[in-house]
């Protein structure tokens, strides 16, 4: 059965640790994405790869690291510098179109950090 | 730049009525444009998606949107309203030569008896 895993579904963390949030995919798509979410707000990017071993920072990258080692996997750790991390986070896949536009993503159910 | 906005940001409809849910892009040049669906405490589900083929996509759970290249719009319709509709519901945006998709501030929409 195809499609994107997020783990944990809910986390917390105290304040002053870092967290690593994971995200692996069964769908072969060569781009990854993570999102942040807040209430009554929209998505906002905070880092994308589109091939192994290479990604870019979004709108929001600020106090988060990712790394790309394996197709299937994009793990998204929440550092200390984060200042306000509490949200829910959304990772997502997409094939590569090929078209000139971006393709479909497909998103994960979904981690909801929570700082203590 | 490019962008998207969702007019609205609560929609409040009967059970039974029309959905309306509106969107607007700019782009110089036709854009792929998606609508997704989200549940509460879940992901984002694609509804449907316009690629310049049909200018009416029709997708899931009875929902359709219209392409207006001259309104710039992207408009989500569903003749009858559900209750189990009731969801946010999110426009985005993939311009060309873009290699992300940029959404919308989203809708949420409440479905009462």
């Known amino acids: 059965d195809g499609g994107i895993t997020q783990s944990p579904k809910y986390l917390f963390r105290k304040e002053g640790q870092n967290v690593t949030l994971s995200c692996e995919q069964n769908l072969n798509h060569d781009a990854m994405y993570w999102y942040r979410q807040d209430p009554g707000q929209g998505l906002r990017l905070i880092y994308y790869?589109?091939?192994?071993?290479?990604?870019q920072k979004g709108d929001i990258a600020e106090g988060y690291s990712v790394s790309r080692e394996k197709k299937e996997s994009f793990p998204l750790t929440v550092t200390s510098a984060q200042k306000n991390p509490t949200a829910f986070y959304l990772c997502?896949?997409?094939?590569?179109?090929?078209?000139?536009?971006?393709?479909?993503?497909?998103f994960g159910p979904g981690t909801r950090l929570t700082v203590l | 730049a490019q962008s998207v906005t969702q007019l609205g940001s609560h929609v409040s409809v009967s059970e039974g009525a029309l959905v309306l849910l509106r969107c607007n892009y700019s782009?110089?040049?036709?854009?792929?444009l998606f609508w997704y669906v989200q549940y509460p405490n879940q992901g984002l589900q694609l509804l449907l998606k316009y690629t310049s083929a049909a200018t009416l996509v029709k997708g899931i759970n009875g929902f359709e949107a219209e392409f207006k290249k001259s309104e710039t719009s992207f408009h989500l319709t569903k003749p009858s309203a559900h209750m189990s509709d009731a969801a946010e519901y999110f426009c985005a945006v993939s311009p060309r030569g873009y290699n992300k998709l940029i959404f919308g501030a989203g809708t949420r929409l409440a479905v009462h008896p």
């Open positions: 997502a896949s997409s094939p590569q179109a090929g078209t000139g536009f971006a393709d479909t993503q497909y």
């Open positions: 790869s589109q091939i192994v071993n290479d990604f």
């Open positions: 782009s110089s040049v036709p854009p792929y």
